[in-house]
């Protein structure tokens, strides 16, 4: 063989040129900052968060923040109707949101792979009985579903996660069956079966490694949706109870202020809508760089 | 030279900008086609066969462009041309298959409606009302079906590609491209999809239409049996260049670049059974970074020193050249 | 294991009455919401021995069910129908520890080198699969099996810890050989493993196949579509048509003197390099392959064959031997 100039590449494995791919869109970096950002503040909230954000202070009712007429600088982002500090409470916040929205997707994603990867490779009755256990839990509204799933169990970090992760589930599940289905008909698959592999080795060694991509994007995407639903859990007063910092009740805390007091929903919204959009972004810069297709 | 070529390419150059940088798909190519002819183009995959004829049809699109060079089609310079007379011309004096039926065929229309685009966006020839245009059209579909092989054709212009075998898929193709009586086809690998069966059946399509229609065919492939078939003459490429240009019955019977000897010695043969097949070593060299010279001479077994330097096409007897130093007209 | 009667050389493969359908018939639900799904008869009551040494070559157009037959061969896929014996072993016999221990003996080499090499796994990783699976070698031993391996494949150690994407199309084939060769088989099936590659580069594969045959050797099935390249490689011929084995015999027996009116087409259709322009035109076949789907009754073949008769349409015609070892599925040979 001649010496080639295309063998003279250095050798990298293809999620290193996936990272690669990713990093070069100063969007996507920049988002995937922001997320880290809010993981981080998350994790260190004891730390950054400048008060204690259970402490009332009722002399500090609806202060507004500290650039309007009556704010004090230690208090960034006013106060709410029990004169908490809403820039300690968003940082708190910001950790039940995070959670909540790893955990369920963590759970999510392992029993949706499972199912999926089974569902997809062994078809027969094991693919008949998980596809009509999707249908029928696609059918019933997520929301709704998470209510009576709730107010059957009570509130609570681990019944919110539960009653988010019941359903969640099926979206990886129904990503991992389509692209295990078209993987097992590849020349690859069928060389490990003539190899003498097993079908948890193609699963597992095989198959998995291929599609990871897809379930990847999919679950980021979802971890946004999750965090918008864990929000409106908490708006409805069926999230994570009081005094505990959650986004989506701040933002219902404030309700009955918004033309007074409009900062006491407006950041906490606005903090939903920052991580939420970082995310998806984030998503879908993992698209495009796990698709060779749309790489220049 | 006889009667002056319908078209003629000289010194094209077609870039594309890459990840891995500047790769030059097409470096100095020229070539002509004679009225009535049909021209054999031989090569591997990525020796900028098709590159060269997506250039000739404007099909080249960033990050490709053409570089350098001139395109003269029917005494129309083809590289200056804007688009909009591009469009003119393309489907009306020159048409292409490729090699994809399934994909190059729409599927949301039927075979009739992809016929009738090309007449009525092209044939000054019809007149009267949009209804009686679009008539005109159809029967002229039609027609194009017959004229391609279809069985019962009238029944099947309402269909859809879907509803057709590939082989049938690629006579439809042809009866689009040939539906204004186009003066060149250009056939990108027309066969190369089919069964050896149907291949058989399109090929002698192709080549009693060009008789039938008097129009010049530029059939691209890299099954140099198919050339020895149907095509009069020959234009082997290699990593971007054209190699050797001969008539097909000499450049087959007598190939004078080391490359097309190693190419015929590499194909196996149902005359000569036992014959070992001799194959050419290594691989075709990346053209992000060509070595100067030969791009023949690492996989070349008669490789000399000069072969490192710029070699030019050689004429020899016989309208024939060859870009190689060693060749007769060389020494 | 009792033998009733010794033929001959015994063969290493005997395909008798191979059938595999593939049916995607959905029964009372399907046809109500009309999606009734099909029966593909993909491989019909094939018989076929394939002797210890020899390559036979399977030729056929797409969709006749070659590159089946190829798999249920090996049992890649199971057959509706038919047994496969190997070295004396009925297959279906098996159970599933003893058939992975089988699988040792029994490989296949695919088609596509982009497809059959899975995109995640390093040149080293993908050749150490086999041994690991089969626990046959681990450290140093393995490392060198699979360097020895990657040298007799033409290709070297510079490449071990390199991915498929950065090989050419002719490389990633070597590895794909490389790869079924690891565990010492037996038997290989060779699925068109040139039909992707360029002519150069073919004439290169199907060298280093010969080669390998006789260094190790080794007995092949070799599926292709072109009549050239099966001439080359091949012992004996045997010529599918939708799913049947319409006449196997020996190499210049099946391409010097075929009988059937399919192969006499088929060998009529291939372009010759010696062809002149304009030359002679040959008898060549109307009509396009009909659907497995819907195959024709009495012999498949008889709507396009030239010279067919009206028993043709009625009756499938049985097996006639032409000479030893020269069979033909044609109502027209006696």
């Given at each position: 063989?001649?010496?080639?100039p295309?063998?003279?590449?250095?050798?990298?494995?293809?999620?290193?040129?996936?990272l690669?791919?990713?990093?070069?869109?100063?969007?996507?970096?920049?988002?995937?900052?922001?997320?880290?950002?809010?993981v981080?503040?998350?994790?260190?909230a004891p730390?950054?968060?400048?008060?204690?954000?259970n402490?009332?202070d009722?002399?500090?009712?609806?202060?507004?923040?500290?650039?309007?007429?009556?704010?004090?600088?230690?208090?960034l982002l006013?106060?709410?109707a029990?004169?908490?500090?809403?820039?300690?409470?968003?940082?708190y916040?910001?950790?039940?949101?995070?959670?909540?929205?790893?955990?369920?997707?963590?759970?999510?994603t392992?029993?949706?792979?499972?199912?999926?990867?089974?569902?997809?490779?062994?078809?027969?009755?094991?693919?008949?009985?998980i596809?009509?256990?999707?249908?029928?839990?696609l059918?019933?509204p997520?929301?709704?579903?998470?209510i009576?799933?709730?107010a059957?169990?009570?509130p609570?970090?681990?019944?919110?996660?539960?009653?988010?992760?019941?359903?969640?589930?099926?979206?990886p599940?129904?990503?991992?069956?389509?692209?295990?289905?078209?993987?097992?008909?590849?020349?690859y698959?069928?060389?490990?079966?003539a190899?003498?592999?097993?079908?948890?080795?193609?699963?597992?060694?095989?198959?998995?490694?291929?599609?990871?991509?897809?379930?990847?994007v999919?679950?980021?995407?979802r971890?946004?949706?999750?965090?918008?639903?864990?929000?409106?859990?908490?708006?409805?007063?069926?999230?994570?109870q009081?005094?505990?910092?959650?986004?989506?009740?701040?933002?219902?805390?404030?309700?009955?202020?918004?033309?007074?007091?409009w900062?006491?929903?407006?950041?906490?919204?606005?903090?939903i809508?920052?991580?939420?959009?970082?995310?998806?972004?984030v998503?879908?810069?993992?698209?495009?760089?796990?698709d060779?297709?749309?790489?220049? | 030279?006889?009667?002056?070529p319908?078209?003629?390419?000289?010194?094209?150059?077609t870039?594309?900008?890459?990840?891995?940088g500047?790769v030059?798909?097409?470096?100095?190519?020229?070539?002509?086609?004679?009225?009535?002819?049909?021209?054999?183009?031989?090569?591997?995959s990525?020796?900028?066969?098709?590159v060269?004829f997506?250039?000739v049809?404007?099909?080249?699109?960033p990050?490709?462009?053409?570089a350098?060079?001139s395109?003269?089609f029917?005494?129309q310079?083809?590289?200056?041309?804007?688009?909009?007379?591009f469009?003119?011309?393309?489907?009306?004096?020159m048409?292409?298959?490729m090699?994809d039926?399934?994909?190059?065929l729409?599927?949301?229309?039927?075979?009739?409606?992809?016929?009738m685009?090309?007449v009525?966006e092209?044939?000054?020839?019809?007149?009267?009302?949009?209804?009686?245009?679009?008539?005109?059209?159809?029967a002229?579909?039609?027609?194009?079906?017959?004229?391609v092989?279809?069985?019962?054709?009238?029944?099947?212009?309402d269909?859809?590609?879907?509803?057709?075998?590939?082989?049938?898929?690629?006579?439809?193709?042809?009866?689009?491209?040939?539906?204004?009586?186009?003066?060149l086809?250009?056939?990108?690998e027309?066969?190369?999809?089919?069964?050896v069966t149907?291949?058989?059946?399109?090929l002698?399509l192709?080549?009693?239409l060009?008789?039938?229609?008097?129009?010049s065919?530029?059939l691209i492939?890299?099954?140099?049996?198919?050339v020895?078939e149907?095509?009069?003459?020959?234009?082997?490429?290699y990593?971007?260049?054209?190699?050797?240009?001969?008539?097909?019955?000499?450049?087959?019977?007598a190939?004078?670049?080391?490359?097309?000897?190693?190419?015929?010695a590499?194909?196996?043969?149902?005359?000569?059974?036992?014959?070992?097949?001799?194959?050419?070593?290594?691989?075709?060299?990346?053209?992000?970074?060509?070595p100067p010279?030969?791009?023949?001479?690492?996989?070349?077994t008669?490789?000399?020193?000069r072969?490192?330097?710029?070699?030019?096409?050689?004429p020899?007897?016989?309208?024939?050249?060859?870009?190689?130093?060693?060749?007769?007209?060389?020494? | 294991?009792?033998?009733?009667?010794i033929?001959?050389?015994?063969?290493?493969?005997?395909?008798?009455?191979l059938?595999?359908?593939?049916?995607?018939?959905?029964g009372?639900?399907?046809?109500?919401t009309?999606?009734?799904?099909?029966l593909v008869?993909?491989v019909?009551?094939v018989?076929?021995?394939?002797?210890?040494?020899?390559?036979?070559?399977?030729?056929?157009?797409?969709?006749?069910?070659?590159?089946t037959?190829?798999?249920?061969?090996?049992?890649?896929?199971?057959?509706?129908?038919?047994?496969?014996?190997?070295?004396?072993?009925d297959?279906a016999?098996?159970s599933?520890?003893?058939l992975?221990?089988?699988r040792?003996?029994l490989?296949?080499?695919?088609?596509?080198p982009?497809?059959?090499?899975?995109?995640?796994?390093s040149?080293l990783?993908?050749?150490?699969?086999?041994?690991r699976?089969?626990?046959?070698?681990?450290?140093?031993?393995?490392?060198?099996r699979?360097?020895?391996?990657?040298?007799?494949?033409?290709?070297?150690?510079?490449?071990?810890?390199?991915?498929?994407?950065?090989?050419?199309?002719?490389?990633?084939?070597?590895?794909?050989?490389?790869?079924a060769?690891?565990?010492?088989?037996?038997?290989?099936v060779?699925d068109?493993?040139?039909?992707?590659?360029?002519v150069?580069?073919?004439?290169?594969i199907?060298?280093?196949?010969?080669?390998?045959k006789?260094?190790?050797?080794?007995?092949y099935?070799?599926?292709?579509?072109?009549?050239a390249?099966?001439?080359?490689v091949?012992?004996r011929?045997?010529?599918?048509?939708?799913?049947?084995?319409?006449e196997?015999?020996?190499?210049?027996?099946?391409?010097?003197d075929p009988?059937?009116?399919?192969?006499?087409?088929?060998?009529?259709s291939?372009?010759?390099?010696?062809?002149?322009?304009?030359?002679?035109?040959?008898?060549?076949?109307?009509?396009d392959?009909?659907?497995?789907?819907?195959?024709?009754?009495?012999?498949?073949?008889?709507?396009?064959?030239?010279?067919?008769?009206?028993?043709?349409a009625?009756?499938?015609?049985?097996?006639?031997?032409?000479?030893?070892?020269?069979?033909?599925?044609?109502?027209?040979?006696?």
């Amino acid at each position: 063989m001649s010496a080639v100039p295309a063998a003279a590449r250095p050798a990298r494995s293809p999620v290193l040129e996936n990272l690669a791919a990713f990093a070069a869109s100063k969007l996507s970096l920049t988002c995937a900052v922001l997320v880290l950002g809010c993981v981080v503040l998350a994790i260190a909230a004891p730390l950054v968060a400048p008060h204690d954000p259970n402490e009332a202070d009722l002399f500090r009712r609806l202060q507004p923040p500290a650039w309007m007429e009556g704010g004090e600088i230690a208090y960034l982002l006013g106060c709410d109707a029990l004169g908490r500090d809403i820039a300690s409470r968003i940082i708190y916040g910001a950790r039940i949101s995070i959670f909540i929205g790893a955990a369920v997707i963590l759970v999510a994603t392992t029993i949706g792979v499972l199912a999926g990867l089974a569902a997809g490779y062994l078809r027969g009755w094991v693919d008949v009985a998980i596809s009509r256990l999707v249908d029928i839990l696609l059918g019933f509204p997520y929301l709704i579903f998470a209510i009576a799933l709730i107010a059957m169990t009570g509130p609570g970090l681990q019944n919110i996660i539960l009653a988010l992760a019941y359903k969640e589930w099926v979206i990886p599940c129904r990503v991992v069956r389509g692209e295990t289905l078209a993987a097992r008909e590849l020349e690859y698959v069928e060389a490990a079966r003539a190899l003498g592999g097993s079908s948890r080795y193609i699963m597992w060694r095989e198959i998995l490694p291929n599609i990871l991509s897809p379930v990847i994007v999919v679950s980021t995407v979802r971890m946004a949706h999750v965090i918008i639903l864990e929000a409106s859990l908490s708006f409805l007063g069926l999230g994570v109870q009081p005094p505990t910092a959650s986004w989506g009740s701040m933002v219902a805390d404030g309700r009955a202020f918004m033309l007074d007091a409009w900062w006491v929903s407006t950041f906490p919204g606005l903090a939903i809508l920052v991580l939420v959009l970082s995310i998806n972004v984030v998503s879908q810069g993992l698209r495009d760089a796990f698709d060779p297709r749309m790489r220049r | 030279m006889s009667a002056p070529p319908i078209l003629s390419v000289r010194g094209l150059r077609t870039t594309f900008a890459t990840r891995h940088g500047m790769v030059t798909a097409v470096d100095g190519v020229d070539l002509e086609v004679l009225p009535g002819e049909c021209l054999g183009v031989v090569g591997e995959s990525g020796c900028g066969k098709s590159v060269t004829f997506a250039s000739v049809m404007g099909l080249v699109k960033p990050p490709g462009r053409i570089a350098g060079g001139s395109i003269r089609f029917l005494d129309q310079e083809l590289t200056t041309l804007d688009e909009a007379r591009f469009r003119a011309l393309r489907g009306r004096d020159m048409a292409m298959t490729m090699q994809d039926a399934l994909t190059a065929l729409n599927p949301a229309y039927t075979v009739a409606d992809q016929i009738m685009e090309v007449v009525l966006e092209h044939d000054a020839s019809l007149d009267g009302s949009a209804r009686q245009r679009r008539a005109q059209a159809r029967a002229r579909a039609l027609e194009m079906m017959d004229l391609v092989g279809i069985p019962s054709a009238a029944k099947r212009l309402d269909d859809y590609p879907h509803q057709f075998s590939g082989g049938m898929r690629q006579r439809i193709m042809i009866a689009i491209a040939l539906a204004c009586r186009p003066r060149l086809l250009i056939a990108d690998e027309p066969t190369t999809a089919l069964d050896v069966t149907i291949q058989a059946q399109v090929l002698d399509l192709i080549s009693t239409l060009r008789t039938e229609l008097g129009m010049s065919v530029v059939l691209i492939t890299h099954d140099l049996a198919v050339v020895a078939e149907h095509c009069d003459r020959v234009v082997v490429m290699y990593a971007g260049q054209v190699v050797e240009t001969a008539p097909t019955r000499a450049l087959i019977d007598a190939p004078e670049h080391p490359y097309t000897r190693g190419l015929l010695a590499s194909i196996p043969r149902l005359s000569a059974l036992d014959a070992p097949l001799d194959p050419i070593d290594g691989r075709v060299p990346d053209l992000v970074d060509l070595p100067p010279g030969c791009r023949f001479r690492e996989r070349c077994t008669v490789a000399e020193a000069r072969c490192t330097s710029e070699v030019p096409m050689v004429p020899l007897a016989g309208e024939r050249a060859v870009r190689c130093v060693l060749a007769e007209g060389g020494r | 294991m009792s033998t009733s009667a010794i033929t001959a050389a015994p063969a290493l493969v005997e395909m008798r009455g191979l059938t595999r359908h593939y049916d995607s018939r959905r029964g009372l639900w399907g046809r109500l919401t009309g999606n009734p799904g099909v029966l593909v008869q993909a491989v019909n009551g094939v018989d076929l021995d394939i002797r210890r040494g020899e390559t036979v070559g399977l030729i056929g157009e797409s969709g006749c069910g070659k590159s089946t037959l190829g798999r249920v061969a090996i049992r890649l896929h199971e057959p509706t129908a038919g047994s496969v014996r190997f070295d004396g072993t009925d297959l279906a016999t098996l159970s599933p520890l003893e058939l992975k221990r089988l699988r040792r003996r029994l490989q296949i080499i695919f088609q596509d080198p982009y497809a059959s090499l899975n995109p995640r796994k390093s040149v080293l990783e993908l050749l150490a699969t086999p041994l690991r699976l089969h626990a046959l070698a681990s450290g140093p031993e393995l490392a060198d099996r699979v360097g020895a391996m990657l040298q007799a494949v033409g290709l070297g150690p510079e490449h071990l810890r390199r991915y498929p994407h950065q090989f050419s199309g002719g490389q990633r084939q070597r590895i794909g050989i490389a790869r079924a060769l690891m565990l010492e088989p037996d038997f290989v099936v060779c699925d068109e493993p040139v039909s992707a590659l360029d002519v150069s580069v073919q004439a290169q594969i199907i060298g280093l196949l010969g080669r390998l045959k006789r260094e190790l050797g080794l007995t092949y099935l070799f599926i292709s579509h072109d009549i050239a390249v099966i001439g080359h490689v091949s012992d004996r011929i045997a010529v599918m048509y939708l799913g049947e084995i319409v006449e196997e015999g020996p190499r210049d027996a099946v391409l010097g003197d075929p009988r059937h009116p399919y192969t006499q087409s088929l060998l009529a259709s291939v372009p010759r390099i010696e062809g002149t322009p304009g030359g002679a035109r040959r008898q060549r076949l109307q009509g396009d392959l009909p659907s497995p789907v819907a195959p024709p009754p009495g012999c498949k073949f008889h709507p396009r064959c030239p010279v067919a008769v009206a028993r043709c349409a009625r009756e499938a015609p049985a097996t006639t031997a032409v000479r030893p070892g020269h069979r033909v599925r044609c109502h027209l040979v006696t």
